[in-house]
């Protein structure tokens, strides 16, 4: 199965937000900024010869958005670095790229919304949490995009269905113990209000995970149902299966 093109997932979006994006005195900007020290005893999660090291990350990006009473637009991109002391032989410096784009349109009885991630990261970053394998510092892109669309049946019930996709691939190397990785997922279901405090929710969930780097293609479907109940202003609670 051929791939979709990363940069197709980011033009979906784009030509949804055009219109909006053309008024530009309806769009709002905020600079992003952060730093932090770093400090490991093992970062290289070696399990003998362990060597300390300390070092700085940095964050900096640019935030645009519109909102409205009916529609919220966001575009948001972010560089995100960190430098380690002494020679960087094990390849912990990185230097990442992460841009998040999408809206949120309501209407009377409706809700929809679209999200795009689209992050180039290093595996010291990212595979630790997925894999457990970082003794190569790779390039890994993470591409993502999700719906979610809600409608108003009825006074008390509400029916939605959402669809959702993610590819990773490691696009400068041969992976060598990493997967590349494909996830086709969707939702339905509705939420019924019993009163302004109770709420029950039915939701079914699909999934279909298709491994590249080998032959792998995992099919899941389940289920589930919630009770929440608000409690006061602060508090709410709730029970599901």
């Known amino acids: 199965m051929s791939k979709p093109k990363h940069s197709f997932l980011l ?11 053309s008024k530009a005195d309806a769009w709002f900007y905020k600079p992003l900024f952060w730093t932090e020290g770093l400090g490991a005893t093992n970062r290289d999660l070696r399990p003998d010869d362990e060597k300390g090291t300390a070092g700085v990350k940095v964050r900096g990006g640019l935030e645009l958005s519109r909102k409205s009473d009916t529609t919220d637009l966001y575009m948001r991109g972010i560089l995100n670095s960190a430098r380690y002391d002494g020679s960087d032989v094990r390849g912990r410096d990185y230097d990442n790229q992460l841009i998040y784009t999408g809206g949120d349109w309501r209407g009377e009885r409706y809700n929809f919304s679209v999200d795009v991630n689209y992050l180039r990261q290093d595996t010291s970053v990212t595979e630790l949490t997925d894999s457990g394998f970082v003794a190569n ?3 890994r892109i993470d591409a993502a995009i999700s719906t979610q669309y809600s409608y108003l049946l009825f006074e008390a ?10 590819d990773v ?4 190397v ?3 113990n990493l997967t590349e990785y494909e996830v086709t997922g969707g939702n339905a279901g509705f939420t019924y209000s019993i009163d302004q405090l109770n709420t029950i929710t039915v939701t079914t969930n699909y999934s279909d995970y298709e491994a590249q780097t080998f032959t792998s293609d995992v099919e899941s479907i389940g289920g589930n149902i919630r009770y929440n109940r608000i409690l006061n202003e602060q508090w709410e609670a709730y029970v599901g299966l």
């Not at 033009?11 to 994006?21: A, D, G, N, Q, T």
């Not at 691939?169 to 400068?172: L, Y």
């Open 11 to 21: 033009l979906l979006v784009m030509l949804v937000l055009f219109p909006s994006i």
């Open 137 to 139: 510092n790779d390039r």
């Open 157 to 166: 019930t509400q029916v939605f269905v959402g669809a959702s996709y993610t």
């Open 169 to 172: 691939e490691f696009p400068d």
């Open 174 to 176: 041969t992976p060598v």
